[in-house]
């Protein structure tokens, strides 16, 4: 089965250039979710969807960053105009419902460069 | 202050040795609980769930003391494949927060 799929994978781009990042998730996984991390740091919760609809996006700082997953399977994530300290690993996972116990699948992350 | 913290470690420790660490978390709200394990330069991938009753997976173990509010992972006969870091993860109403993780190098 195949997993988490994100691309691309690694990305290098000069400050107040605008970057995006595309995520497949595993086939039937309803809920996915975007995190940032940074080194030495845990992933953060940048935005969640059930399906198309964005249930938690509290933590995505919006006047930089925009999230769509228009049916309600890929997504991609964006941000105009980056800046240095956006920096970090962007992971994609995805589980099959929104369940207490639920799984989640994380897929091999974008590394971002902002120069 | 963050949700979970974690003790960053590093722990060395030789083949075949336990190794124990915690993690606290400070909403007690929080209803589930995981391990994730994360190699260098590679996403996390769950080790195992966290149970109010404590949970044995092989040589792993994971207990949860609610009153306390922390978690604790113990790897019995450490094998040099377990050096990773090793993530604690509080959810509460569906989101997860990672702790910063704690680094196990198991040495020959």
């Known amino acids: 089965e195949a997993g988490v799929v994100q691309s691309p994978r690694y990305k290098i781009i000069e400050k107040k250039q605008p970057v995006a990042f595309w995520c497949n998730p595993i086939?039937?996984?309803?809920?996915l979710y975007w995190y940032l991390q940074n080194l030495g740091q845990g992933p953060e919760l940048l935005i969640r969807y059930e399906n198309e609809e964005a249930v938690d996006d509290s933590q995505l700082p919006k006047d930089r960053f925009s999230a769509e997953r228009l049916k309600g399977v890929d997504s991609t994530l964006k941000i105009q105009p980056a800046e240095l300290g956006d920096s970090a690993v962007y992971l994609c996972a995805s589980s099959l419902d929104r369940g207490l116990w639920n799984e989640q699948f994380f897929g091999p992350g974008t590394r971002l460069t902002v120069l | 202050r963050k949700e979970v913290e974690q003790d960053p470690g590093p722990f060395n420790v030789p083949e075949g040795a336990t190794v124990a660490f915690n993690c606290t978390y400070s909403?007690?709200?929080?209803?589930?609980f995981f391990w994730y394990r994360q190699d260098c330069r590679k996403e996390p991938k769950l080790l195992m769930s966290?149970?109010?009753s404590g949970n044995e997976d092989g040589r792993f173990t994971a207990q949860l003391n609610r009153a306390s509010q922390y978690i604790s992972l113990l790897i019995r006969d450490s094998k040099l494949s377990d050096s990773a870091t090793y993530l604690c993860?509080?959810?509460?109403?569906?989101?997860?927060?990672f702790g910063a993780g704690t680094t196990v190098t198991v040495r020959a």
């Open positions: 086939s039937g996984h309803n809920t």
């Open positions: 909403n007690s709200a929080s209803q589930s």
């Open positions: 993860v509080g959810s509460n109403d569906y989101k997860l927060s």
């Open positions: 966290v149970y109010s």
